[in-house]
């Protein structure tokens, strides 16, 4: 009885897989054409298995009854992360390469550059050479105010003939009891004797500018210790001055800038600030060392620097600042014969 059964359960056992193969084949999905498509998608089974029911009931011998349990093989889509390959582009540090800077040079002229012998007698002319370069400064004093230089006409012609861009610049000096006599009391400015001299002092060298033919839209305001016509004691009294000839330059519709060292200027009128263009004096340093002085200072009275000068021996050099070479620059400085 007991080998009978077992033989039973045996064979119902062997049929039971037969079964389940037979179901598997059967319920199993087909891959879709899209999944050999795509190897990122695989399809496989069996993956997961859900009991969807029973088969009708069957018996086999010895009374035994087995219940044929379908299984359905789902198929579960893998999803696999396509790995995106990012490319890192290298950077390539291109060299470039700037142009050297362009240089506009010059050089400013006055009584030295006279022929031999001209002027007063603090101050006689030296006969020095001209100066090179693309513009001309022209001095319009023989040193002190209200003293004209003594060859302004043959400077403004010679920068004519010669197609120079040109400026003018004017030293201003404290005046004497004689000329506060004289030009102190009549002015713009009433009462105030010395801003009326330095005031005058601008008319004078205008008058003079003019007379000889030199045209400059602006005159450089030259403020430094002067040992032939020393300044006051009194910084006050000394910017009052400077103040009246800024004011007699513009009255007759002319631009204004300062010529002076940081030093110098607080010498003679100390902290006094206007903002004014400034054209900064570095000694004998160079092309390289009025470059600097145009870039890193000092200034003198907190305006830009439009230009720097150096002096290489008996004469003066002059560069146009760096951030003011451009043809607006000279334009607005300087005219062009």
Same mark, same amino acid.
């Given at each position: 009885m007991n080998t009978t059964r077992s033989r039973a359960l045996r064979r119902a056992l062997a049929a039971l897989t037969t079964a389940g193969a037979l179901a598997a084949s059967v319920l199993a999905p087909a891959v879709p054409a899209s999944a050999a498509a795509h190897p990122e998608t695989a399809w496989h089974h069996p993956a997961r298995l859900s009991v969807t029911g029973q088969h009708p009931v069957r018996r086999v011998a010895g009374n035994v009854v087995i219940r044929h349990t379908a299984v359905r093989h789902t198929a579960v889509r893998h999803t696999v992360v396509r790995h995106t390959v990012v490319r890192h582009a290298v950077v390539r540090h291109a060299v470039v390469r700037h142009p050297a800077p362009v240089r506009i040079t010059g050089g400013d002229l006055s009584w030295p550059q006279c022929p031999k012998g001209m002027g007063i007698p603090e101050r006689r002319s030296l006969g020095l050479p001209l100066p090179a370069g693309t513009f001309a400064i022209i001095g319009l004093t023989n040193g002190p105010g209200f003293t004209p230089n003594?060859?302004?006409?043959?400077?403004?012609?010679?920068?004519?003939?010669?197609?120079?861009?040109?400026?003018?610049?004017?030293?201003?000096t404290y005046p004497t009891d004689a000329q506060l006599a004289t030009y102190g009391a009549t002015g713009p400015f009433?009462? =105030?004797? *010395?801003? $009326?001299?330095?005031?005058?002092?601008?008319?004078?060298?205008?008058?003079?500018?003019q007379a000889?033919? *030199?045209?400059?839209?602006?005159?450089?305001? =030259?403020? !430094?210790?002067?040992?032939?016509?020393?300044?006051?004691?009194?910084?006050?009294?000394?910017?009052?001055?400077? !103040? &009246?000839?800024?004011?007699?330059?513009?009255?007759? &519709?002319?631009?204004?800038?300062?010529?002076?060292?940081?030093?110098?200027?607080?010498?003679?009128?100390?902290?006094?600030?206007?903002?004014?263009? !400034?054209?900064?004096?570095?000694? $004998?340093?160079?092309?390289?060392?009025?470059?600097?002085?145009?870039? $890193? &200072?000092?200034?003198?009275?907190?305006?830009?620097?439009?230009?720097?000068?150096?002096?290489?021996?008996?004469? =003066?050099?002059?560069?146009?600042?760096?951030?003011?070479?451009?043809s607006w620059t000279l334009s607005r400085y300087f005219h062009a014969y």
């Open positions: 003594p060859c302004l006409a043959m400077h403004a012609d010679w920068a004519r003939s010669h197609h120079k861009r040109t400026a003018a610049y004017a030293l201003t009433g009462g =105030d004797q *010395l801003r $009326n001299a330095g005031y005058a002092q601008a008319q004078f060298n205008v008058d003079s500018m000889a033919g *030199l045209t400059s839209p602006i005159v450089w305001v =030259d403020v !430094e210790p002067y040992r032939v016509r020393p300044w006051s004691g009194d910084q006050a009294a000394n910017r009052a001055v400077v !103040e &009246g000839a800024l004011a007699g330059y513009r009255a007759r &519709g002319y631009a204004v800038g300062i010529y002076s060292t940081a030093a110098l200027w607080r010498a003679v009128v100390g902290s006094a600030r206007y903002g004014l263009p !400034e054209w900064r004096a570095a000694g $004998n340093s160079g092309l390289a060392g009025a470059v600097n002085r145009c870039v $890193n &200072g000092p200034g003198i009275q907190g305006g830009p620097a439009i230009m720097g000068q150096w002096a290489p021996g008996t004469y =003066d050099l002059d560069v146009v600042c760096p951030a003011h070479s451009t």
